[in-house]
């Protein structure tokens, strides 16, 4: 079982920065992968970025390569989403995921099992 907590949302201006965090409990971090989605009103969700937990290697969706950042804290067990440049479609309820370690394509909504209540970022004009 793996729990997720998120905070860190809030306002922001277009073309600022915001730091999301997301709070991992439960057994056998060393096989997970975890991923940040979003869902935006009237909107499918949708994959951000993922990693697995032990190795570290990231994946991103295309319309936040180069201005989000995944990141984890293995001792303090917390993932991290650093949005930069923030444009008024990054408005979103942002998701925290788990799913068991695995090969298949990360960006499959469906092969997490695990989410956290998610965390309601707004960006002003």
């Known amino acids: 079982q793996v729990q997720l907590v998120e905070s860190g949302g809030g306002l922001v201006q277009v073309g600022g920065s915001l730091r999301l965090t997301c709070a991992v409990s439960?057994?056998?971090?060393?096989?997970?992968?975890v991923a940040w989605f979003r869902q935006a009103p009237e909107k499918e969700r949708e994959y951000v970025a993922g990693m697995d937990w032990i190795g570290g290697v990231t994946t991103y969706a295309d319309s936040v390569k180069g201005r989000f950042t995944i990141s984890r804290d293995n001792g303090k067990r917390t993932l991290f989403l650093q949005m930069n440049s923030l444009m008024p479609g990054g408005a979103a309820v942002y998701y925290c995921a788990a799913r068991t370690r695995s090969v298949g394509v990360r960006s499959t909504m469906g092969t997490y099992g695990y989410w956290g209540p998610g965390t309601q970022v707004t960006v002003s004009s």
């Open positions: 439960g057994n056998s971090l060393s096989s997970i992968d």
